[in-house]
C-alpha cells in the first residue's frame, strides 16, 4: 500500500503536470486525486489534532467555498452536520459540484439537506441575508434555534469577514481549517490540518488580544506574552503574526534568562516563523532581528566576549524595566569580565579564579608593590602587600593599572579618582540584596553602573582591535519592543 508520503510526493507531481490523474487541467487532477485517494487519512490524522472544544451535534454547517472544494469537504467530514449550506461567488459555482459529490449520498446528507446559494463577496449584507434565511427556516422545523457553524476557510477574506459579522449578530460559532505552509508549493501541506472551533467570533482576527499581548512583551514579560500568543494562535484565523511573536517571545524568554542550552531551538523557531512573515514586517525590524539571531547562535557556541555583551544588553533591559538590582548584577559582571577577560588575555594560560603571576610579568615582587601603592591610593587601608589569590572586579582593574595595560586608559579608569569611582560602584552592587547584602539598587545608581559598563566594555573593545562599533552593536541588541 502507498504510504501518505509517497501519495503527497504523487499529488505535486499532478499539480506539476510530470504524472496524469483522468480527465481535465492539472488543478482538476490534483483536487480529484487528493479526495479519491488522500482524504479519509487527511481526516483521521485532522481529528487528531482538531479542537477538542466539546460542542452540540452541528445541525446546519454554512461554508465559504471558494475556487478549491477540498476545505469545505473537509470540514463536513470532521463536524458531520446533519446540513449543510455552502456559500460562494459567483466565479466559484464549480466547487459546488465537486462538494456535492463528497457530502451528499450514500449514508451522508440527503439531498434536500444540501443547499448551495451565490453571493456577491463584497457584499456582507448579502451573505447575513443568505445566511439568516436559513437559519429561520430550520428555527420553524426544529422549532427552536438549530446549532450552526459557519465555516470561514474557504472563500476571498471580505466573505470571511462578512460571514464572521452575521456570526456575531447571529450569535453563530465559527470554525476554520488551519494547516502547516508550504514555502515550496505556496499552499498547505496535506496532513497537517485541523479543524479550530471558534465560540468568539470577535476573536477572529485577534487585534485586541494581539494588542494586550503586545504590552506584555513590550514591557518584558516575555513568559506570559508566549503563553498568550500560543492561545491566539489556536483561535485566530491568520496567526501568522501571533506565532512569529510567540517564537520571539521565547526566544527573547531564553535570553533573558541566561538559558543558553535553549537559545538554538529558539533561534531556528524564530527564523522559521520570521520567514512566513517577513512581508508583514518592516525592513529596520528584520534587519535588527537578524542581527540578533546571528549574535545569539555565537553566545549559544560559548563565545566569551558575546557573554561579555550579553551582560551589557540584558543590564539594559532589567534598568529599562525597573528591575534595577538585576540591572546591577549583570552591569556587574560586564565591568568584572571585561577587565578579567583583558588580563587573560595578556599570557597564554593565565586565569584570574588560580592566578599564576609569573605569567604575567618576570618581577612578580615589583608587581605586587604597584598593586598595594594603587590600592593605598585609593584609600585602601588593610593592604599586605600580596597579590590576591582569586581576582576579582577591583583587582583585576588595579592589576592592569599596575602592569601599565592600555584598557584603564580606554575605559576611563586611568587614575586614583576614576578607580575609587569604581570601587563605590562595586560597592553598590556587593550591598544589593542580589549579592552580599540587604540593600536595594536605585534607578540613579542603576543607570551610573549602566554608564560604567558601557565605558568598560567600550574600551576592552579597543584592546581588541575589532572593527565593529560596539555601542551601536549593543544598541542592534536590545529587545524590540513591536511585532511590525
Known amino acids: 500500500m502507498e504510504s501518505f508520503e509517497g501519495k503527497t510526493a504523487r499529488l505535486r507531481r499532478i499539480e506539476t503536470g510530470e504524472e496524469a490523474y483522468g480527465p481535465g487541467d492539472r488543478k482538476e487532477q490534483a483536487t480529484r486525486f487528493y479526495l479519491d485517494q488522500m482524504l479519509d487519512e487527511v481526516v483521521e490524522r485532522a481529528l487528531l489534532h482538531s479542537s477538542s472544544r466539546p460542542h452540540p451535534p452541528v445541525r446546519l454547517l454554512i461554508s465559504l467555498a471558494g475556487f478549491s472544494p477540498v476545505t469545505t469537504v473537509l470540514v463536513y467530514r470532521l463536524l458531520k452536520p446533519q446540513r449543510m449550506l455552502v456559500v460562494t461567488s459567483q466565479n466559484a459555482r464549480s466547487s459546488v459540484d465537486v462538494i456535492g459529490a463528497q457530502v451528499v449520498g450514500d449514508g451522508r446528507l440527503r439531498y434536500q439537506d444540501f443547499r448551495h446559494a451565490p453571493v456577491i463577496p463584497t457584499d456582507p449584507l448579502g451573505i447575513y441575508r443568505v445566511v439568516r434565511s436559513e437559519l429561520e427556516e430550520l428555527e420553524k422545523l426544529d422549532e427552536e434555534k438549530p446549532y450552526a457553524v459557519i465555516d470561514i476557510t474557504g472563500g476571498r477574506k471580505v466573505m470571511s469577514a462578512a460571514a464572521a459579522l452575521a456570526a456575531w449578530q447571529l450569535g453563530l460559532d465559527l470554525c476554520y481549517i488551519d494547516s502547516d505552509y508550504d514555502p515550496v508549493r505556496l499552499r498547505p501541506l496535506p496532513g497537517s490540518d485541523r ?50 511573536m510567540r517564537a520571539l517571545s521565547e526566544l527573547y524568554r531564553a535570553w533573558c534568562d541566561l538559558d543558553l542550552t535553549r ?5 531556528a523557531a524564530t527564523e522559521q516563523a520570521l520567514r512566513q512573515i517577513r512581508h508583514d514586517v518592516s525592513v529596520q525590524t528584520v534587519r535588527r532581528l537578524e542581527r540578533q539571531l546571528v549574535f ?74 604597584r598593586h598595594a601603592g594603587i590600592l593605598r591610593t585609593i584609600g585602601r587601608k588593610d593592604v599586605d602587600g600580596t597579590l590576591p589569590p582569586v581576582i576579582g572586579l577591583m583587582s583585576a582593574a588595579v592589576l592592569l593599572t599596575a602592569l601599565g595595560d592600555d584598557l584603564p586608559r580606554h575605559a576611563q579608569l586611568a587614575g586614583p579618582k576614576a578607580l575609587s569611582h569604581l570601587n563605590s560602584l562595586a560597592t553598590t552592587r556587593n550591598r544589593s540584596v542580589l549579592a552580599h547584602g540587604s540593600a536595594t539598587v536605585g534607578p540613579k545608581e542603576s543607570q551610573t553602573l549602566g554608564v560604567k559598563a558601557q565605558a568598560v566594555l567600550r574600551g576592552y573593545w579597543a584592546t581588541i582591535d575589532a572593527q565593529e562599533d560596539i555601542v551601536a552593536l549593543c544598541t542592534e541588541l536590545r529587545f524590540i519592543r513591536t511585532d511590525r
Open 296 to 369: 545569539l547562535r555565537s553566545l549559544a557556541e560559548g563565545d566569551q566576549d558575546s557573554l561579555l555583551i550579553c551582560f551589557f544588553v540584558l543590564g539594559e533591559h532589567y534598568r529599562e524595566v525597573g528591575r534595577n538590582d538585576f540591572a546591577a548584577l549583570l552591569y556587574y559582571r560586564a565591568i568584572e569580565g571585561c577587565l578579567a577577560g583583558r588580563l587573560e588575555r595578556l599570557a597564554p594560560g593565565f586565569r584570574c579564579e588560580r592566578p599564576v603571576y609569573t605569567l604575567l610579568t618576570d618581577d612578580v615582587e615589583a608587581l605586587s608593590a
Open 263 to 267: 537559545l538554538p531551538q529558539g533561534v
Open 195 to 244: 479543524l479550530l472551533l471558534l465560540d468568539n467570533p470577535t476573536a477572529l482576527f485577534g487585534e485586541e488580544s494581539m494588542s494586550a499581548a503586545l504590552e506584555m512583551f513590550a514591557s518584558g514579560a516575555f513568559e506570559p506574552a508566549r503563553q498568550r500568543y500560543d492561545e491566539l494562535c489556536e483561535i485566530i484565523v491568520e496567526p501568522g503574526r501571533a506565532r512569529f
